[in-house]
């Protein structure tokens, strides 16, 4: 993959992961239960990782990473965090398994993209990250974790 694309493509990357920092601090603001909200507050900080190490391959590649603020797609995907989490930790979590799904299936594709190694080996670490994400929450959901107690999870 010649150096533009690849450099556009990161960003594309590095920006879902600034806009999944946005709905999970809109997330975490309505999750009543403790140790969800922990958990959670690590998932955003793992994304916030990501957003760093994918800057610095931007960088690397001699491109600007994005700015740290929302694009329109990022709005759209706040505001329905922020619209589902009304209902409290149910509703958060229904919004960020959405979020999560959203974040999974693009590092999948990212997965196929033509990149230096060194590249590739971050993101398929990112993406190993989102995996977890996405279990984590599914599984808070069958169970109905909140309903567990306040240091459930």
């Known amino acids: 993959m010649e150096s533009t694309e690849s450099v556009k493509k990161l960003c594309s990357l ?10 999970y601090s ?16 690590q998932f955003r900080a793992d994304h916030q990782r990501h ?9 690397r590649s ?22 589902r989490s009304v209902t409290g930790t149910e509703g958060a979590l229904k919004a960020m398994k959405g979020n999560e799904k959203l974040t999974n ?3 999948d594709e990212a997965l196929n993209w033509d990149v230096p190694q060194d590249i590739r080996i971050i993101i398929e670490a990112n993406r190993e990250d989102e995996k977890r994400h996405l279990n984590y929450i ?10 567990q107690g306040s240091e459930a999870a």
């Open 14 to 23: 590095a920006q879902l992961d600034i806009d999944a920092i946005h709905a």
């Open 26 to 41: 809109q997330a975490i603001d309505k999750i009543e239960v403790v140790g969800i909200k922990e958990q959670l507050i």
């Open 51 to 59: 957003v760093d190490n994918l800057s610095d391959c931007i960088r």
């Open 62 to 83: 001699g491109g600007e990473p994005p700015a740290f603020q929302k694009d329109f797609k990022g709005f759209l995907i706040e505001g329905f965090t922020a619209l």
């Open 105 to 107: 299936r693009t590092y």
């Open 138 to 147: 599914e599984t808070c959901l069958e169970n109905r974790a909140w309903e």
